[in-house]
């Protein structure tokens, strides 16, 4: 079994760019961290590269070694590690997105500039937990491999698929469809969710913390809807609102 020491070894420096957005477009990998997400990954049968397991946890890990395991220190595993306690293992992945994964046979939620890690993830979890097919992260959003939206996520992201697409021309693309898509907004055009009876298969769109979606993407719409607030709040924090209506409107 190989085992690296060293933070300067050449491979441990490529792992390490990983961390960055640059770094994993370029490489079309990720790190993922924990023996949870580990499991995840391994249960759904994720292409996957490494499996890196610090030396002093070999005995915790044992079942997790094999032809693809690295022994690390605990010096490479801080390196790699994003969390201010690192457990002891890691993962490195294959990045495999393909558009043709949507079959638009059910709903699918849409990113549009929501910038929050947590908030993505929070959102993908959301869409898996209320039986959406997938999500499209669109242009602006933080990415769904920053470790902090992978920790979020908790491992749905495993289990739907999950594209960095063009909203604008998913949108489109939707509407010749003939499948609707549905913005948020606060606005006078926007209508209720409670007066709105979805077909099995629309898109919603929620957006950016503190602008929403974009008044262009608005436009685009079948309809934009306002979750009513009963009490003296502005408005709610995107990834709430998001899991709110997925599960509203997909009954």
């Known amino acids: 079994m190989e085992k690296i020491e060293s933070i300067q070894n050449k491979q441990v420096k490529e792992w390490k760019k990983l961390l960055t957005r640059k770094g994993r477009k370029k490489q079309q990998q990720y790190i993922i961290e924990g023996a949870h997400l580990v499991e995840e990954a391994l249960k759904a049968n994720a292409s996957l590269s490494h499996i890196l397991i610090r030396e002093d946890k070999v005995a915790e890990y044992d079942h997790y070694i094999s032809k693809e395991t690295v022994l690390i220190s605990t010096e490479v595993a801080d390196e790699l590690s994003d969390a201010v306690t690192n ?20 709903p699918l939620l849409m990113l549009d500039e929501v910038q929050d890690p947590g908030n993505v993830g929070t959102l993908i979890r959301s869409a898996d937990a209320a039986g959406f097919e997938g999500v499209i992260i669109g242009k602006g959003s933080v990415d769904l491999y920053n470790p902090k939206t992978i920790r979020s996520a908790q491992g749905s992201h495993f289990h739907l698929p999950v594209i960095h697409a063009d909203l604008y021309d998913w949108t ?3 509407k010749q469809k003939q499948i609707p898509v549905y913005g948020t907004a606060l606005d006078d055009r926007a209508v209720s969710y409670q007066m709105i009876k ?4 629309f898109a919603l769109i929620v957006g950016n913390e503190g602008n929403g979606v974009h008044p262009d993407l ?34």
């Open 218 to 251: 608005l436009k685009m719409t079948t309809k934009n809807l306002y979750i009513p607030i009963k009490g003296e709040a502005e408005s709610l924090n995107v990834a709430v609102a998001g899991s709110i209506l997925m599960f509203a409107l997909y009954r």
């Open 198 to 201: 979805t077909p099995k298969n």
């Open 87 to 106: 457990q002891g293992i890691l993962a490195i992945l294959n990045i495999n997105e393909s558009e043709e994964s949507l079959t638009l046979k059910k």
């Open 172 to 174: 489109e693309k939707l």
